[in-house]
């Protein structure tokens, strides 16, 4: 067991990792994660499975089957990546009945091209979720405009989402208005809100890169540099104390609703000179999910620190760094409407590479 990410666990901070292969799952290196790296959950995206699927020899079998079956590209991509996501919600079963079903999570998300369709989204979560099958699954929809009310449909369904893509403060406050109406219906639809979970992703690293990238050629002072993506998510941790107070909150959660947690995401490092564990670290503060690339939990569990909750106590400084950025001619508004469109396209290129990747596949187990 490493002690490094134990104490961080110890400290609220959930360990989900941001990756996932049948090669980890057949191999017992997801099972050995959970039981030595403090992980309790696991989130995947389309470029997670495009690279699996792009070197994994283990899904050549059920390929040859769907092929032999006449499945299409997009029937043979739903069956191989709900498959994995079933499997491994069963290695984390345990974690799930363990924790009452706040960990123990597995995600997977809908198709991105449907990020601006409202019902297909809703469509395709509900097809998820009864294709996976499991307690423990999650359905990752962006947080998008139309996506809002999709992710309230979905949860008054009584399925569990990972509300994804969210970069800046106000989409924030929508995602979160967004959970309670759904939370809403499906107490009216007679669900057990008491089993209902969901989180909400805020990306980090990626804020840091678009913001220092426009500090540079302002020419700001370099001490503002790589304080962006940090002090953007206090402030959301902020928000979310805020918003799940009050009347209406306390009437869902007599009801047995749980608080949507933050999860922060993008958390490995992509400039070389930061500390490559900084966004672990500095975000540490109880109630929060941090999934993170292995190569990220390798570096803290080999180095990184916690040094107690560094998020409720820097709310001032959060705030006098946006303001400086502000001051510096970065417009927050400008970068955080470029880094949602950016979002989903990058994923909506990914699950084209995915296709891709599977239509080639499915050609040769044809031949």
């Known amino acids: ?3 490094r990410l134990k104490a961080l666990a110890d400290a609220g901070v959930s360990i989900w ?12 290196n997801l099972a050995e994660l959970v039981a030595e790296r403090s992980v309790v959950g696991v989130t995947t995206n389309p470029s997670i ?44 079963r345990e974690t799930y009945d363990a924790t009452g079903g706040v960990d123990g999570r597995v995600s997977i998300e809908v198709a ?22 499991r307690p423990n699954a999650m359905i990752k929809i962006p947080a998008t405009t139309e996506g809002a009310p999709a992710i309230s449909d979905t949860l ?24 309670v109406s759904g939370l809403e219906k499906a107490l009216e639809n007679g669900h057990d809100l008491s089993t209902i979970h969901s989180v909400a992703s805020f990306f980090v690293s990626r804020v840091d890169s678009e913001i220092d990238k426009r500090l540079e050629a302002a020419g700001a002072d370099a001490e503002l540099f790589g304080k962006a993506g940090v002090a953007n998510a206090r402030l959301a941790y902020q928000a979310f104390e805020k918003f799940f107070s ?16 933050p999860l922060w995401a993008s958390t490995g490092v992509k ?32 180095h990184g620190e916690v040094e107690g909750d560094l998020v409720t106590t820097r709310y001032d400084d959060a705030r006098a760094v946006l303001d400086a950025v502000a001051a510096a ?23 084209d590479e995915l296709l891709e990747t599977v239509r080639n596949q499915l050609d040769a187990a044809k031949a």
């Open 1 to 3: 067991m490493s002690d």
């Open 17 to 28: 990792l941001d990756d996932l292969s049948r090669e980890r799952i057949e191999t017992g």
């Open 49 to 92: 499975f495009a690279a699996a699927l792009a070197d994994g020899e283990r899904y050549d079998e059920q390929l040859r089957s769907l092929a032999a079956d006449g499945a299409d590209i997009d029937r043979v991509v739903f069956e191989l990546t709900t498959t994995d996501v079933r499997n491994a919600a069963d290695v984390l």
């Open 112 to 133: 991105p091209g449907l990020a601006h369709d409202t019902d297909a989204t809703l469509a395709s979560a509900k097809e998820l979720a009864a294709a996976v099958d």
């Open 156 to 179: 008054a369904e009584g399925i569990s989402v990972n509300v994804t893509l969210i970069f800046g403060l106000e989409r924030y406050q929508a995602v979160m208005e967004a959970y």
């Open 246 to 261: 009050g009347e209406r909150w306390e009437r869902l959660a007599a009801a047995g609703a749980h608080r949507q947690r």
């Open 271 to 302: 400039n070389p000179d930061y500390r490559d564990t900084m966004y672990v670290t500095d975000l540490v503060v109880a109630d929060t999910v941090n999934t993170m690339p292995e190569k990220t939990m390798d570096a803290f569990a080999d």
């Open 329 to 351: 001619g970065v417009s927050y508004d400008d970068v955080i409407a470029q880094l949602e469109q950016e979002g989903v396209q990058k994923f909506v290129d990914s699950w």
